[in-house]
């Protein structure tokens, strides 16, 4: 009966209007990232609220609802909370420090039910529900967090899609400030357009002008044939000093608009086309992010219009004339104008690759030693593919460069590397490796016939097979830091600090009197803790602790030892 009445006022309140949605917070809301900001292989999912400096604010539910899902990892959202409301919404709260009393407690019977500190959980509306203005949390910096902030977004509860909060809170956030041009870029089309006699991009640096307006492009754009723009530009807000996404870009060629990008919401599984929406080349390379103002046929993302997807085809031997407009949520605005030069050059042949791999197919690529796989749908354009392959004394395989320029996969695709010596037993040991800058980062992958399979997300890297054959260290600490911060671990505490040299720790688990013992973890710390709880063990004996770990590689390590407590 308690059910029915629950989901009967859920039922009730569905037509709860989003402009009453009240704030998560309780202080002021000041923005440190705003939704759609641009990030490594995605977008920012919600806006990132600042709670001066410190953890530990109470959360507030935005409105009605029920908590219908609860994530704890090392990672990612860290501690984080998903609220589903009857507008058909969900409101979700990221990197929390922890939870109000009801929802640990739920949280901690979960973890010692799964037997895992990382747990994913999935509720039904009757299990808990919540009033707009509830204390359901506590701001942290859990997971992938690089400061103390509230991640929070609203998305679409049936869709998952992502929707710009900032909409719902205008009114509480003042923003004055235009966007700001700091570059433009401009691309020949491969084998249908040059730009200044070459068929490399054209990047250069705008500046702010003391007076007003902004600084004219250092080196003239002489173009012929087919080709795209590209701006580099930030937002600004009032009463911060940060840098965020732009909204809105428009792009207009004599007066007439060919291209118009507005950042509104998403769906998840596009967010990694970010790295169409941006020049990924070139992010890769120089960690600068140009917006493309121009569609790649393999581009599902929703927020375009245009007009010959955005190239621009320059056919006649006179200056065409070109403006950015920029525009934020709050109808500020800027406008960078500039000429390019039509002037008649020779189309230039690109140079030679080992295979033309094509956006809309399956792709192979096949030599005796390596094969690259990349199903269809994972290309954004058409890639000229070139392998280079060097010998190697220090890797299980030859070193093969796969691709010159680095080129984005929106899923995966999976290569195979032969051994050019197999002496391990275990073959769980080998792996595939990235090499940048001769330092090794694991990939991974599985052993078939003398070779490694692995996933890979992008093209323009170096790899070879590598293995990890080294456990886990696992050291129990007594005391952390040197001199006057030298700290005394508490009584009520246990601390281990573990870690892996390659592949990576996979899985851990921690027993005390062989029964399941709850360490807690971030990422951004190599140290495991595990709080007394005085309810799961008895006090004045001594126990016996058992802490395992096992890596990427199936390598294990266990530290056994005692305490008194």
Request: aromatic residues 12%; positive net charge.
């Amino acid at each position: 009966m308690n059910k029915i009445i629950v989901i009967i006022s859920l039922l009730l309140s569905f037509h709860t209007s989003a402009q009453e949605y009240r704030s998560p917070l309780d202080i002021p809301l000041l923005l440190s990232a705003n939704f759609g900001e641009l990030r490594n292989n995605h977008f920012h999912s919600g806006i990132d609220i600042k709670t001066q400096g410190v953890e530990g604010k109470p959360v507030y539910s935005i409105a009605d609802g029920y908590i219908s899902r609860i994530g704890v990892s090392p990672s990612g959202y860290g501690l984080v909370l998903y609220i589903d409301h009857p507008n058909g919404q969900t409101s979700v709260y990221g990197h929390l420090s922890s939870y109000n009393v009801r929802i640990s407690e739920y949280v901690k019977q979960e973890q010692y039910k799964q037997e895992s500190f990382r747990i994913d959980v999935k509720l039904s509306p009757y299990q808990i529900p919540v009033k707009k203005g509830d204390l359901v949390a506590y701001t942290g910096n859990t997971g992938g967090s690089g400061g103390p902030h509230l991640h929070f977004e609203i998305r679409e509860t049936k869709t998952e899609k992502a929707l710009d909060p900032l909409v719902y809170y205008k009114k509480i956030i003042a923003d004055n400030k235009s966007p700001e041009v700091k570059g433009i870029a401009a691309y020949p089309v491969p084998g249908r357009g040059v730009i200044n006699g070459t068929i490399l991009p054209l990047h250069q640096s705008v500046t702010q002008l003391k007076a007003g307006g902004y600084s004219p492009l250092k080196q003239s754009i002489e173009a012929w044939g087919l080709i795209g723009l590209g701006i580099k530009a930030y937002d600004r807000m009032d009463a911060t000093s940060n840098i965020y996404g732009v909204r809105v870009v428009s792009l207009s060629v004599d007066n007439k608009e060919v291209f118009r990008s507005e950042v509104a919401g998403f769906p998840f599984d596009q967010s990694r086309m970010i790295n169409t929406f941006t020049e990924f080349a070139d992010w890769r390379l120089n960690k600068s992010f140009y917006m493309q103002s121009f569609i790649e046929p393999g581009n599902k993302l929703p927020f375009y219009s245009s007009i010959n997807s955005g190239y621009i085809n320059i056919n006649e031997e006179r200056p065409y004339q070109i403006s950015y407009e920029l525009e934020d949520l709050y109808g500020n605005k800027s406008v960078y104008d500039f000429t390019v030069i039509g002037k008649k050059q020779n189309i230039i042949t690109p140079s030679a690759c080992n295979q033309v791999l094509i956006w809309d197919k399956d792709n192979k690529y096949n030599t005796d030693q390596f094969t690259l796989s990349i199903p269809k749908g994972n290309l954004y354009n058409d890639v000229c593919f070139t392998l280079s392959q060097a010998s190697s004394t220090e890797y299980y395989s030859d070193i093969y460069s796969v691709n010159k320029t680095p080129v984005p996969l929106d899923k995966s695709g999976e290569v195979s590397i032969k051994l050019s010596s197999d002496p391990l037993s275990n073959k769980k040991q080998y792996g595939v490796v990235q090499l940048t800058n001769n330092r090794a980062s694991w990939i991974g992958g599985s052993y078939k016939n003398g070779s490694i399979i692995a996933k890979i997300r992008e093209l323009g890297i170096r790899l070879a097979v590598s293995a990890d054959t080294e456990a886990p260290k696992i050291t129990r600490i007594e005391t952390s830091g040197k001199g006057k911060r030298r700290i005394v671990v508490p009584k009520d505490e246990i601390r281990i600090r573990m870690s892996d040299n390659l592949s990576g720790i996979a899985t851990f688990k921690g027993t005390i009197d062989g029964k399941f013992a709850l360490f807690t973890h971030d990422m951004k710390s190599s140290i495991y803790t595990y709080k007394f709880d005085p309810a799961r063990f008895k006090k004045g004996i001594t126990h016996k602790i058992v802490f395992t770990a096992t890596d990427g590689c199936g390598n294990t390590a266990q530290y056994t030892g005692e305490f008194f407590y």
